[in-house]
């Protein structure tokens, strides 16, 4: 109306702190839904060495809680999986992929210009939202294949109604990393075909004996 102030512009309110997660948490939520991504009917026989090889290394690595060796495992799994010489895995477990993007300059990215926090915000839930879709495709895989799954349907239900919410709030993930550290012991070991993969570097030869 005329003569009225002019009416500030409402602020934008902050997105929510993201929280930290612990290298352990980070290597079991890529863990465990790897490990049934090379159960998956897909495979349709015993696997290559060089898949279940970087699963096993990651595995060990985990249990003695050696992150960072189990984090390398896990990336070359990745990287495996992405291999066109293997079956295309079916979603969500493709999702587990090493993602290649194409080239593009930063200031083509619709995110270039957010601030640091609500890149990060950005992220954290997009990540969130990736966890919740491999949980429901290993619930519903353990659901048809004979493994224990009473208790993960529940955790995942939980998760589902905490993600509703703005931003990742903390049932979500207590959820999400009870369900996976229920899930992981319960998981047969893939099978693995007898050919064993080639060694990265070969090994040098012994001198000869005089």
Not at 32 to 56: F, I, Q, R
Not at 114 to 128: C, D, G, N, S, Y
Request: glycine share 4%; with cysteine; proline share 18%.
């Amino acid at each position: 109306m005329p003569g009225a102030p002019n009416r500030p512009p409402e602020a934008t309110p902050p997105p929510p702190p993201v929280v930290a997660t612990s290298p352990e948490r980070k290597v079991l939520r890529r863990l465990v839904p790897s490990h049934v991504a090379l159960l998956l009917d897909t495979w349709k026989g015993p696997l290559s060495p060089d898949l279940v090889l970087p699963l096993e290394k990651a595995e060990a690595a985990y249990a003695a809680s050696d992150f960072p060796t189990a984090t390398t495992a896990l990336d070359v799994l990745s990287v495996r999986l992405a291999e066109p010489r293997w079956p295309t895995i079916p979603e969500p477990f493709r999702l587990l992929r090493v993602p290649i993007p194409a080239p593009m300059p930063p200031s083509w990215d619709p995110e270039h210009a957010l601030p640091a926090p609500e890149k990060e915000a950005r992220r954290a839930r997009k990540e969130a939202e990736t966890q919740l879709a491999l949980a429901a495709g290993c619930v519903a895989w353990a659901t048809g294949h004979g493994v224990a799954a009473e208790d993960l349907a529940p955790r995942l239900d939980i998760a589902r109604t905490a993600l509703d919410a703005d931003g990742v709030p903390p049932p979500f993930h207590e959820a999400i990393d009870a369900l996976w550290t229920a899930l992981r012991p319960r998981l047969p070991r893939p099978k693995v075909s007898g050919t064993r993969a080639a060694p990265a570097v070969a090994p040098e030869s012994e001198p000869e004996e005089a």
